[in-house]
């Protein structure tokens, strides 16, 4: 088999075997198929689309490109929580010492930023010390000695994704429900759990979009961990703006030891239960998700989700003093203020491009090898549905270099809509599919 014919079969708008992706996935995995040629053909199966029996078959590969990992020697179910990405999303910083001081194991496997989301891992990179790169004996030690280990794809774990997954992200070929449900269960489904809740989302910050493709992308993940044994719900969550008042990695690291300190903003506070509660519930500790929801709350009122979090930053190398002392994680040296142009209600964001906006300032990747900037960030001071006066500060950027300053202020100020009239409210959770 030759990959520049499976590369023409897909542009063709051929559908693959079973062998064909094996061998496709097998042996990029091993480095005998350039990038140049892997692109190519993640540009063909996005614009051509695959089939089911091909997403079933590609999750398949990838998930078994490397070790498929179990935990005999850790008592109790095993869960995980994975986002499809958006701005602003730090939920899994909140969630996993939440549900891990339950009592519930939480084995995470992260990405980093995609496109213009931010990453699990390039935000906990910012704590210094951070190690995001345990090997499996150490993720191991970790997961059993505090209930909560949060690492990226490895040479051993979903290697296949680690590779396509940043390929992905600097060729445009990350909005494809295949792809993106490949990625996701591949390396959920190497990480030894025994249930998943699934946060997908939707809006003008999401990768679908429109709520009918999110709702197929749920429905695929969903259905590829139940064929798998495993238990598994999505909620369908607005990505409209961002989660939370702050997008960009310190940034957002303070912003979720806020909310495991019992303040922080009332939309991040409340998903992350939310999903924490789903957790609780799969993971057999409650009878009841509203069992699960007040669980949770009882964690971070006691400060029991703030300790654990506070005990996974140190068992992974990293500066635990970061939770009570916000100035040891990098800091922006400059800010600058977008103002509003208009007065009325914020009416609707184009929130996509805050997180391209983002990454123009260092928050993000163009090239796979690009280092991230972790000091840099936006502080949103406004809410969809708010009355904002012309010349009010609508953002605040945090920045280092202003080489590309100017256009990430153009790009943020022609994002927010205002409108005399105030819109309908929008539901944060809009529905669940698997249950
Ligand atoms: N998250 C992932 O892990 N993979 C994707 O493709 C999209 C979001």
Known sequence: MRAVDLIR???????HSREEINFL??????????????????????IRGLSRPEIAALTEAMLHSGEVVTFPEIAGMKVDKHSTGGVGDKTSLILAPIVAAGGVSVPMISGRGLGHTGGTLDKLESIP?????????????????????????????APADKKIYALRDVTSTVENVGLICASIMSKKLAEGIDALVLDVKTGSGAFMQKEQDSVHLAELMVETAQRMGKKAVALITDMDQPLGRFAGHSHEVIESLEVLKGRGAADLRDLSIELA????????????????RVLAQKLVASGEALEKFKQGI????????????????????????????ASGFLAATNCMEFGVALAMLGGGREKKEDPIDPGVGLEFHTRIGDRVTAGE??????YNSDAKLGEAKQ?????????????????????????
């Open 393 to 398: 500060t609508l953002v605040t950027i945090h």
């Open 277 to 292: 509660a789903w957790m609780f519930y799969f993971g057999e500790r409650t009878k009841s998700v509203d069992e699960g």
């Open 129 to 157: 010390g951070f190690n995001t790169t345990l090997t499996l004996a150490d993720f191991r030690r970790v997961l059993g000695q505090c209930g909560m280990a949060l690492i990226g794809q490895t040479a051993e774990i």
């Open 9 to 15: 079969k897909k542009r063709d708008s051929g559908e």
């Open 411 to 435: 790009r943020i100020v022609e994002s927010f809509h205002i409108s005399e009239q105030q819109p309908p409210d929008k539901k944060l959770i809009r529905r669940l599919v698997g249950v």
């Open 314 to 341: 140190a068992l992974q190398g990293g500066d635990s003093r970061v939770v009570a002392d916000y100035s040891l994680l990098p800091q922006a040296k400059s800010r600058a203020q977008v103002k509003s142009s």
């Open 25 to 46: 996935i097998s042996a990029y995995t091993r480095g005998e198929i350039p990038d140049y040629q892997m692109s190519a053909w993640l540009m063909a199966a996005w």
